[in-house]
């Protein structure tokens, strides 16, 4: 059973999560920092890491593009972990399936909450045209408020649960469905990796890529090491380009950037 502390301080990583999917000023959204945060404060941040880290390779590619919302990691991040390290002790494979429902509950409640700060909107420039400038501040706090709840209310719903409820539906769940949701699993994340892939695919980036891949089966190799080698391509890289490239002098640049005003 969690104290009301616990409870207290789950709810308000859930709203702080909740604000920042609009900020992205700490990145208290991003799956890793929600569910170590929650892993933390349900006294198992090991499992917070790693659930944390499974579920952002497949939130990696997710992104808001123009008027497209797109699933909300926040209270997928929050809501899952709670079931993963909490009393129920979900297997990271059973986190991640119900990870993808509640992201998908949480971008119809985005949605819903824009719909609602566009009308805050309104009565804001209502305010300005009268002089009253004090009204900007308090509706930009009041949008906030209504983001940080949108993942607040659902996270205190999934809190009242029973744990025993959460087990039995664990345990009632046939053996091709576990392997199948651990299966689903890995194939989600693959997929956000893919996405960004997709979309960083150049032809100067492939050998980097190409590279990449053969180290990583290299199991000697650990994830330090792996970093450090990618650090040092990529001062070699900086470091050949700046030796390839001619000196520009003040007409160069201003040439670019007309060239540049010249494409927007």
Not at 164 to 188: E, S
Request: with cysteine; aromatic share 6%.
């Amino acid at each position: 059973m969690m104290s009301v502390t616990v409870i207290i301080a789950i709810l308000v990583v859930a709203f702080l999560a909740g604000m920042d999917g609009i900020l992205d000023e700490w990145e208290f959204q991003q799956p890793l920092v929600a569910c170590t945060l929650i892993g933390w404060l349900l006294g198992d941040v090991t499992t917070g890491v790693l659930f944390g880290g499974s579920l952002q390779m497949i939130t990696i590619g997710w992104m808001n593009i123009g008027a497209a919302v797109a699933p909300d990691t926040a209270l997928a991040a929050v809501g899952a972990a709670i079931w993963v390290c909490g009393p129920a002790h979900l297997t990271v494979a059973e986190g991640l399936a119900i990870a993808i429902p509640l992201a998908l509950i949480g971008q119809g409640l985005t949605v819903i909450v824009r719909r609602l700060v566009v009308k805050l909107v309104h009565y804001a420039e209502r305010s300005v045209r009268q002089g009253n400038l004090n009204v900007i501040t308090r509706v930009h706090l009041l949008s906030l408020t209504l983001q940080g709840l949108r993942v607040v209310i659902p996270t205190a719903l999934i809190l009242l649960v029973p744990t025993t409820l959460m087990q039995t539906f664990k345990a009632g769940l046939p053996h091709n469905v576990v392997m199948g949701l651990a299966v689903a699993g890995g194939l989600l994340a693959v997929v956000g990796y893919a996405i960004v892939v997709n979309m960083m695919a150049t032809k100067w980036l492939w050998p980097f890529f190409i590279l990449g891949v053969v180290l990583a089966a290299i199991t000697a190799l650990n994830m330090i090491a792996l970093g450090l080698i990618g650090l040092a391509l990529a001062i070699i890289y900086v470091q050949l380009q700046s030796q390839t490239r001619p000196p520009s002098g003040p007409d160069d640049e201003m040439d670019e950037l007309d060239r540049e005003l010249e494409d927007l």
